[in-house]
Each structure stands twice: as C-alpha cells, then as structure tokens.
C-alpha cells in the first residue's frame, strides 16, 4: 500500500512539473550585438587582434537583454590582422550572428577615434550672440532681451590683414577613453572647400581662382584672404583629411572686410597708434609678439576681456614703496587707473573699423581711477577715435565705425563715489564716426563726442566732427549715455537706452575765456562760445532719476535742481487737475512717474554750460536738442533763441522756473506753449504776457498738456532740461 | 494752487532727506546691479584639464532598451554662480547652451547628427559623441563656463 501511495505521488509530480513547464516555456532569442567597446574596433597591422574581452548582447522576443562573454558555444570569424582597411568581424551564437566593422591600420597614431569635431568656442558664441531673448522681467529682476541686437542678421566678418583661423575642437579618444592630442600642432590636416557666394548660389572655388582670393594653410587651417577677397562672401567647409572617422564637415559663411582678424586680447592693442603711446604700448606688444598695428580695422574673433595685465603698466599707478615714484603714485592710488589714460587710440587720418561679429570687449575687471586731478570724474575710454580725452586732436580725424559690439564696463548706476572712477565707453573726435546695432553696459558715460577746434599749432584742425549712433542699446550707467561737448552734431536713431544715472544725454556749451590779468575774475574776457546739435529719433528713452544717485551728489547743484523739478512736479499735478476739474480741456500732467514706489524724473537731456556753476551761469546757453518720432518732432529745445525772444517779451521770466511744450500739434502745426511758475501759481504765455489760467487760454494750456516732453529753464540761465511728461496718477478708490 | 501747498512738499522733501542723512540712512531709491561674476560646474565628475578646459567623461552604455541606455547615459549639470548677492538668481541667472546642430529638446525631432537630447540642464546621450555645452550669464555680464562632455 505504501508502494502503491508512493509511486501515485511520484506520477503526480512528473505530470505537474510537464505541464508547468510545456506552459511557461523559455525565451527566444531575436536579435545579437557585439557590445563595441568590449573589443578594439581599430587595431595594427601584423598584432595580433585581441579577443579575449569579447562581449554579446542577446535580446529575447520578452524584451529581456542578457550580456554574455566569449565562451566556446560562440562561432568568431576574426579579422584578417595582415590586411589594411575595413573589414567584418562575426559572432554566431543562440542561432543568430552579429557584426562588427575592424579597421586594421598601419599607423599608431590611427590607433584612436574621432568623437567630437565641433564648431570653434567663437562660432557657438557667436550663434548664441544673435539670439533673440525675451522680455522676462516680469518674473526676474532683469529683461533679457536686453542681452538682444537690434540686427541679428549681420554676416561674419573676417579681415584681410592676417589669416583667419577656422579649425574645429576635435576630441580624439583611444578604445580605453584616454584624450588623444588631435588638431593644430599634431599630424592633422584639414580637408578645405572654399566656395564663392553670389546671390543664392555657391561657386567652389579651385585653382588660381582659388588663390586669387585666399591663401589656404590646411595644417593649420587658416584662410588668408587677399584684397581682391574685400566686399565678397565665402562658405568655408572643414573636415579631417581623408575623413575615415565619418565626422560631419562644418562650415562657416564669412564676409571679407578691411581688418585684422583678432584672435586675442593681445591683438586689440593692434587698435592704437597714437603716436604719444608707442613707448606705453612698446613692452606690452614685444612681450605678445605684436610687431604690426591694424591698417583699416579690426575684426573680433571671440569674446575679450580685458585685465589690467593687458593694458601698458604706465596706464596703472604701480607704487614701490622703496622707490621714487617719480610718476606720482602712492599707497593711496597704488593699482588704480591713471586718468585720461584711454586704452585704445586711433589716430583716425585714414578710416578704421571695429567690426564685432557680436562678440564682448569687456572691460569691468579694469581698476577704477581714484586720482582725477583737476577732473571730477574718471576721463579713461575703451576706445578713442582721434586722439584721447587728453588733448584735442593734432590732425583731421576721418570716419570710423563700431559695429555689432557688445561692450562692458565697470561703472553701474549707483551710490557709491567710488564709481566716480570708473571707465568709459567710447570717445571719439571724428569727422564721422557711426556706431550701429552695439549694446553697450555699465559705463560712466557711454559715448563722448568732442569737438575739434584750431589751435595756435594746430590752425588747419578745425572740422566738423559728428557721431551716428543707430540701431544701439544703452544700459546702466553710473552718469549718462551720451555726451556732446562742444560745436558737434550727434544722431541717435533709433535706439534704446535706460537706467542712466544722469541725464541720459548731455550737451555741453563750452565757453572758452581767459582772465586779462591773471588770477582776477572781474577781467575775464570771453573768446569763444561752442555748442552742439543733437537729433534723437525712435529712441526710448527711460531713466528714472530720485536725485540721490551718485553723479548727483557729484555735479555741483544737480541734486538741488531735481528737489526744486520734484516739487514744481507736485504743483503741476495740482495745477492740471484744477484745470480739467475747471472743465477746461486739459489732460493731467506732472514731470515725475512711479517707479518703484517712489516719484523719479525721466531727465532725457540736458543742455548746459561749462562754467562754474551752470545755474548761475551768465554766458546765455546755446545748442539744440530735438526729439523725433518717425519725423515727427516731438520736442525742440532751443535756448539760446526762446532766451533771446521771451525775455525780451517779458524779462520778468529770467527769474523764474518756466516750462516749455514744443513739437508737432494735433494738426501738424508747430508748437510752443509756455508755463512759469511766479512763486505761487502757474501762468501762461500768451501775447508776450504771463496771464492767469482761464478759458482765455483753453488752447495754450490744451496744447501744452498734450505734449510728451518739456523743456525746463531753469531761472533763464545755464541749464535746460527736456523731461517727460506723464498722466497724473489717479490713487486707486 | 497755493503757494503754501509748493512750500509744504519741498519741505517734507527737504526735512525727508535731512532725517535721513542725519540718522546716516541714506536710502538707495533704486536696485543698483549685482551681476554674476563667475560660474562654475559642480558636477561631481568633472576634471580641469592641463589646457584649463573642464570636461565630465564617462563610458556610454549600450546595455538595455532605449529608454534605459538614455537613462544610463544621462548628465545633470549642476553649478553655482558668484557672488552670492546677484541680482538674478536661481535657473533664471544662466542658460545652458550647446550645438543647436547636435542637440534636439524632443527625441522625435532627432537627425544623423544628434548627438544628445537636452532639456534645461539634463544631458541624455543617444549615442557615443561630444557635446560642448557654454553655461551663460542672463544678466548681461557675458559670464560663461565651458564644459564638454565626452560619451565614449
């Protein structure tokens, strides 16, 4: 019984464990791969092709993958190690085979692949530079579409004076993953096609009809092109010689201009050729192998920034405690800039171009000035068109362009005196210098133009210099964006510039005087009067001022005459709603906006004179600032003719604060209408009187409310400012 | 309006900032610019090279599905930026940047020459390659640390 028990449960078991297992059944196997880094896929001639580390992976129909290595149930078809080129390695193994391509090589140094052949560091920053970035201020602290240039469009420029260097970032490994030395320097050579662009159409260029244009360094991979080269277009494609690693070719299209093709900081330096420099620049350039200046411009290749090691030590104030310091330096000013020390002077007596390919000179690392001399503030530039902030140029200075720059300073809008110091963008005394489609940050003053006058040795200098500024954007600064000084005409169309810690632009009248006896100011004769001509087209304009910034603490009188603007601001408000609530037709207005919860100026320009104290200055004030939208002129500031009609109609205005809306009327027509403030109320001018607000003159207080900017005259002396108007701020119910 | 009212602001204007100066408050009435200076990676697995260049390298991963070898042979960038007091801050201070011809953000849109798909500072190799990737400054300080990254 026992037995019979026995072999039941036995029977029981063999047919349960058939049936479980005829119902599971095991994987198949589908598909077989050589894992490629388990074995060199690149092996020398006549060695012996190591197998040992052979592994395969075998996926099942389940989706299961399974790694197994070499083992005797594996079919290998190795290579044939005593032959050159490409051959097939197989695995058969589970009923399937696999494949693998074996490269046998006869040279060591083909021992390696090719992993990485990307375009150079200049060509991807140079992409991501013409980037359109978006408005996000909303949910950061920052717009960062003011990373964005007006024109992204621009082709690369490449100049003729020295060889263009295009040689992609190779990154080589062997089979462990070690780095192997590839590129300029090492056995590589380029494979080169330069074709010539005309329209939409691409010619390869060969032969002489390829030399005739650019000289091809392949080693190097280097482009030299010749002048006939100049105004044309090329498309230049690279590859490694023979290409056996199957790398993408890369390809850049570039412009031929009139430059050096800077490749370095060293190579700005390239840039000045002032002649009272070249014992200042002499140590920098021989240290850095510089034995030639830019002819026609300059052409950056990537993004510069600037240290105080790549400017002449002179330019730096360097104390030796131990020494004589014949130069003036001390522990106080030890490091700092030496003022009007500009970096880079063109003496411009034939055209020069700084092409920037959208590239960033930057200089915020640059030490600030801390001893200004007779100055007020820092007078050092980045760029100098026609000699320096030193000294009025010798020679005519002819045209010069800045173009598709991004430019750095170290100057922001702030507080501290210290920023007093800081540098500036771009000063320039040339007959026509154009600076299109910049972006330019954190200067103290962005861009200078002065004028140029003869002079006892210089009695030929005496031309018209003007700056065309376009398609530019100006942020943050520690004083303003433009400054006129002088008998100079300055265009800015359409442009943007915000957060200028000053007047956004400037315009200086310069009265030139001398004492007949020396030291006594009751002999002063006046020998020239100079002022400017400022046009601002399409420009945004917005720099919201409290008066408390740091150029306001450093300019004698400005910060009391914004608390006066305030003030008069608050009256005005008061003043245009008891006219409309008087049912006259008037649109509320003040000279201050919100901005930040707190009432601020947008000062869009200022014209004054340079003597001692601009609002108490008795040389009259000439120059003229317009503003312009589209034609359109939206405002016209004119002192020196309004002064000389108005306060000859009533002289009464010469001692009061009055305010005055120009520009185009609803019909088209010119507009003037003036306000002054005679101590306790508005009145208006009408007939050459000052006459009380009434219905009377509806259509002068109408006219002078629809306005978008005022000039303000300041007791009818030295100083105008052009401010914006804005709505009167209803608190919110 | 009346006199007295024009006298009345500019004193409170004047007597504000007297109180202000005199307590030694001088109040900024406006954010001054704190821009980045410096990023750098802080990837655990990043190397400086002799030449200066920063570089993460790693054996690319062919083992399993598709979805498991991008997940295998994936990178997260981290970083941080100095000084600590930027006026941008967070992932809005920098953007990660790469090859647009190497890179796609979608796996779908992938080509012969894609190398990797990114999204914000997630790396996903899709096969063996280099990719340079510039980490930029948003403030307009044209801060920027490169670092490529080898799947070998």
């Known amino acids: ?733 | 309006m009346k006199k007295s009212v024009i006298v009345l602001i500019g004193i409170i204007y004047l007597a504000s900032i007297f109180v202000v100066g005199f307590f030694g408050m001088k109040v900024k009435v406006y954010d001054t610019m704190v821009y980045i200076t410096d990023i750098e990676c802080t990837n655990e697995d990043v190397r400086k090279e002799t030449n200066g260049n920063k570089t993460i390298k790693f054996k690319y991963d062919y083992e399993g599905t598709e979805d498991e070898r991008i997940l295998k042979n994936s990178k997260i960038l981290t970083y941080e930026i100095f000084p600590k007091n930027t006026t941008l801050k967070g992932k809005d201070a920098v953007m990660a940047y790469a090859d647009p011809d190497k890179v796609v953000s979608d796996i779908a849109d992938r080509n012969d020459n894609t190398v990797a798909v990114v999204n914000d500072l997630t790396i996903s190799f899709l096969k063996p390659g280099v990719l340079i990737v510039t980490l930029k400054s948003m403030d307009g300080s044209n801060i920027s640390e490169v670092v490529k990254i080898i799947a070998y």
Not at chain 1, 65 to 94: R, S
Not at chain 1, 117 to 124: A, E, V
Not at chain 1, 523 to 528: A, F
Not at chain 1, 655 to 672: K, N, R, V
């Open chain 1, 1 to 733: 019984m026992k037995k019979l028990l026995y072999s039941i449960a036995l029977m029981m078991v063999t047919v349960f464990s058939s049936v479980l297992l005829t119902a599971c059944g095991d994987p198949e196997p589908t598909k077989l791969e050589i894992v490629e880094t388990s074995i060199e896929t690149t092996t020398l001639v006549n060695q012996t092709h190591d197998l040992s580390g052979l592994k395969v992976v075998v996926t099942y129909d389940n989706g299961d993958t399974k790694t197994v290595d070499k083992n005797n149930d594996m079919t290998i078809t190795p290579i044939n190690v005593n032959q050159l080129g490409e051959q097939t390695l197989t695995v058969k193994y589970l009923g399937l085979t696999a494949s693998l391509k074996v490269k046998v090589v006869s040279n060591e140094s083909d021992l390696y692949k090719i992993l990485g052949f990307d375009k150079p560091t200049f060509q991807t920053d140079w992409e991501f530079a013409r980037l359109q970035h978006s408005d996000n201020a909303a949910t950061t602290k920052f717009d960062e579409s003011e990373l964005t240039f007006a024109n992204r469009t621009q082709s690369y420029k490449v100049g003729d004076e020295n060889p263009f260097v295009y040689l992609p970032i190779i990154t080589a490994v062997d089979d462990e993953g070690n780095d192997v030395e590839f590129g300029e320097g090492t056995n590589y050579t380029s494979k080169v096609k330069v074709e010539l662009k005309e329209g939409s159409t691409y010619t390869e260029l060969t032969g002489t009809a390829l030399t005739n244009m650019v000289a091809v360094d392949n080693t190097k991979s280097s482009f030299d092109f010749e002048q006939a080269a100049v105004n044309k277009t090329f498309k230049i494609t690279v590859e490694p010689e023979n290409n056996p690693y199957e790398v993408a070719p890369l390809s850049i299209e570039v412009e031929v201009v009139d430059g050096w093709n800077a490749h370095t900081v060293a190579d700005l330096s390239r840039i000045d050729n002032n002649a009272k420099a070249v014992d200042d620049w002499a140590e920098y350039k021989a240290a850095n192998g510089i034995t030639q200046n830019a002819q026609d411009g300059i052409v950056l290749h990537g993004n510069m920034v600037l240290s105080v090691n790549d400017i002449p030590k002179s330019y730096v104030y360097n104390y030796d405690a131990n020494g004589a310091n014949v130069d003036g330096a001390t522990a106080e000013n030890n490091g700092s800039l030496k003022v009007k020390k500009s970096i880079y002077c063109r003496d411009t007596q034939s055209p020069f171009a700084i092409y920037g390919n959208y590239f960033t000179v930057d200089a915020s690392h640059l030490p600030l000035t801390k001893e200004f001399g007779s100055e007020d503030f820092g007078h050092t530039y980045i760029f100098a068109f026609g000699g320096d902030d030193n000294e009025y140029p010798g020679t005519k200075q002819k045209a010069g362009k800045v173009e598709s720059l991004y430019m750095i300073g170290n100057a922001s809008k702030d507080d501290s005196e210290d920023l007093k110091g800081g540098i500036n963008g771009i000063i320039s005394s040339s007959e026509n210098l154009v600076i299109d489609n910049c972006i330019s940050r954190a200067f103290l003053t962005h861009v200078n133009t002065v004028d140029a006058i003869a002079s006892t040795t210089n009695p030929e200098v005496n031309y018209a210099v003007k700056t065309t500024i376009k398609n530019s954007h100006m942020y943050d600064s520690y004083s303003m964006m433009v400054f006129a000084w002088g008998d100079v005409e300055v265009e800015v169309d359409t442009c943007e510039f915000k957060r200028a810690g000053g007047p956004t632009i400037m315009a200086t009248q310069v009265v030139e005087r001398h004492n007949t006896v020396e030291n006594d100011p009751t002999t002063e004769v006046v020998d020239e009067i100079r002022s400017g001509n400022v046009v601002i087209k399409n420009t945004v304009t917005e720099s919201y001022l409290a008066g408390t910034e740091g150029w306001f603490d450093l300019t004698p009188g400005a910060a009391q005459a914004v608390e006066s603007i305030t003030a008069l601001s608050g009256g005005l408000a008061q003043f245009s709603t008891a006219l409309q609530a008087a049912s006259l037709p008037v649109t509320p207005k003040q000279l201050t906006t919100n901005d930040g919860g707190l009432q601020k100026l947008n000062l869009i320009s200022l014209l004054l004179s340079n003597a001692d104290n601009p609002v108490a200055s008795s040389y009259g004030l000439t120059g003229e600032i317009t503003i312009k939208d589209g034609e359109e002129v939206k405002c016209f500031n004119d002192p020196q003719d309004k002064m000389a009609s108005i306060f000859e109609a009533v002289p009464q205005l010469k001692a009061m604060p009055f305010l005055e809306a120009t520009g185009t009327d609803i019909m088209g027509e010119p507009l003037s209408a003036i306000i002054a403030f005679n101590g306790s109320t508005f009145q208006v001018l009408k007939n050459g009187a000052l006459v009380d607000a009434s219905a009377d003159v509806a259509n002068e207080l109408a006219a002078f409310f629809s306005a978008d900017y005022v000039n303000l005259y300041m007791n009818g002396t030295g100083l105008s400012a052009t401010l914006q108007m804005y709505p009167v701020e209803i608190p919110q119910q």
